[in-house]
């Protein structure tokens, strides 16, 4: 039964709410899951500080979220402390010459950012328009698109330690960056804020930024689903798992063999379908379970695997699963 009360236990931190058995699904993109056994929403380091000791205290795993735009969660829900962070201040301090750094909190969301950061005339991240999500989930898997990496503008962050709650300032090399990379993703650390080395520029340089803001969602619009999804759902395949080539370079890019076992617009599983714009993308169609998408991937896993000898392997990021549910 979903209760969604505010907890009264005795070993409760002061001044944060943990609420029981809320809901999930409207939490995420993908619009479906289970709930949270607990969820809170700190809107401060010590209240990040406080959450994480409490879990550690009830011997509870822990889920971080953000704006839910790259995960799965499983029609069972969460069965541990959700911490969605509230954190969402901005800060500008000023760098050497034309640079200028941004500290943005791990609950700002970046098309925010990029909105806060043009309308100061500040230029940088722009090319990630039209990504959904949140500051803490953009650094968890490096965002990148085309030839831009986030880790590019990261200079450091503060991140908090799950097991002491110990708040340290890190820098770029701790985060060991790559594609779809960081030292985040060992879950022993998360992340409260990240500071952004970018550049200030003239109003004109800004009107054009804002212009190729535009072009690019537009771009997007076109090419992907905007919404029920969590974007890609495979990621791309390391140089050595693939042995395809074309012009004389590794065919790593898995919309490539999905595009060939011919599932977009047309593989479904109950309310899950691969989108007709893109053949990497899952989509709700308004009614689908978690087990639908769940079992969707699969199908998808395995013509890829029958028809190359590859099996893709996801991007987005299961929660709640007792048992790993893909291939
Ligand atoms: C329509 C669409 C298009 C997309 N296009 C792209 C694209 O072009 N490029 C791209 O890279 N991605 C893309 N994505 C994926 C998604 O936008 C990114 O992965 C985004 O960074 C997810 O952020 P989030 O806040 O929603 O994280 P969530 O999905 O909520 O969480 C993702 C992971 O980050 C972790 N996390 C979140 N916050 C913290 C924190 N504070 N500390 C530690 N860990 C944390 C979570 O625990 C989880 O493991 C797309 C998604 C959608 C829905």
Same mark, same amino acid.
């Given at each position: 039964?979903?209760?969604?009360?505010?907890?009264?236990?005795?070993?409760?931190?002061?001044?944060?709410?943990?609420?029981?058995?809320?809901?999930?699904?409207?939490?995420?993109?993908?619009?479906?899951?289970?709930?949270?056994?607990?969820?809170?929403?700190?809107?401060?380091?010590?209240e990040f500080q406080q959450?994480?000791?409490?879990?550690?205290?009830?011997?509870?795993?822990?889920?971080?979220?953000?704006?839910?735009?790259?995960?799965?969660?499983?029609?069972?829900?969460?069965?541990g402390l959700v911490i969605?962070?509230?954190?969402?201040?901005?800060?500008?301090?000023?760098?050497?010459?034309?640079?200028?750094?941004?500290?943005?909190?791990?609950?700002?969301?970046?098309?925010?950012?990029?909105?806060?950061?043009?309308?100061?005339?500040?230029?940088?991240?722009?090319?990630?328009?039209?990504?959904?999500?949140?500051?803490?989930?953009?650094?968890?898997?490096?965002?990148?698109?085309?030839?831009?990496? $986030?880790? !590019?503008?990261?200079?450091?962050? =503060?991140?908090?330690? +799950? #097991?002491?709650?110990?708040?340290?300032?890190?820098?770029?090399?701790?985060?060991?960056?790559?594609?779809?990379?960081?030292?985040?993703?060992?879950?022993?650390?998360?992340?409260?804020?990240?500071?952004?080395?970018?550049?200030?520029?003239?109003?004109?340089?800004?009107?054009?930024?804002?212009?190729?803001?535009?072009?690019?969602?537009?771009?997007?619009?076109?090419?992907?689903?905007?919404?029920?999804?969590?974007?890609?759902?495979?990621?791309n395949f390391h140089n050595?798992?693939?042995?395809?080539?074309?012009?004389?370079?590794?065919?790593?890019?898995?919309?490539?063999?999905?595009?060939?076992?011919?599932?977009?617009?047309?593989?479904?599983?109950?309310?899950?379908?691969?989108?007709?714009?893109?053949?990497?993308?899952?989509?709700?169609?308004?009614?689908?379970?978690?087990?639908? $998408?769940? !079992?969707?991937?699969?199908?998808? =896993?395995?013509?890829? +695997? #029958?028809?190359?000898?590859?099996?893709?392997?996801?991007?987005?990021?299961?929660?709640?699963?007792?048992?790993?549910?893909?291939?």
């Open positions: 039964m979903i209760t969604n009360t505010v907890l009264a236990q005795q070993s409760m931190p002061s001044s944060l709410h943990i609420q029981s058995q809320v809901p999930l699904a409207d939490k995420t993109w993908f619009k479906v899951g289970g709930p949270a056994r607990f969820f809170c929403e700190p809107t401060s380091a010590a959450a994480v000791a409490w879990a550690q205290e009830q011997r509870l795993a822990v889920f971080v979220l953000g704006e839910g735009a790259n995960i799965l969660i499983s029609d069972a829900g969460f069965d969605r962070p509230a954190l969402r201040n901005i800060l500008i301090h000023d760098g050497a010459e034309q640079s200028v750094m941004v500290t943005a909190e791990a609950g700002v969301s970046l098309p925010d950012l990029i909105t806060f950061c043009l309308d100061k005339n500040i230029l940088g991240l722009e090319e990630f328009s039209g990504i959904p999500g949140t500051v803490g989930g953009s650094v968890y898997i490096n965002l990148h698109y085309f030839e831009f990496l $986030l880790s !590019q503008f990261l200079v450091s962050a =503060q991140v908090v330690n +799950r #097991q002491t709650g110990q708040v340290q300032t890190m820098t770029n090399d701790w985060f060991n960056f790559g594609y779809n990379q960081s030292t985040l993703q060992a879950k022993e650390w998360y992340l409260l804020d990240a500071t952004f080395k970018l550049r200030r520029c003239s109003d004109l340089e800004a009107a054009y930024a804002r212009g190729r803001r535009i072009e690019i969602i537009r771009h997007r619009v076109s090419r992907y689903p905007a919404k029920n999804t969590c974007g890609s759902f495979f990621r050595d798992e693939v042995t395809v080539e074309s012009n004389g370079k590794k065919m790593i890019y898995v919309a490539y063999y999905l595009d060939k076992i011919g599932v977009k617009g047309t593989l479904s599983v109950g309310g899950a379908v691969v989108s007709y714009q893109h053949a990497n993308m899952l989509v709700n169609k308004g009614n689908a379970t978690s087990a639908d $998408l769940v !079992q969707l991937a699969r199908a998808m =896993q395995e013509l890829v +695997r #029958q028809q190359f000898g590859i099996t893709p392997q996801p991007e987005c990021i299961l929660v709640g699963f007792d048992t790993y549910p893909l291939l």
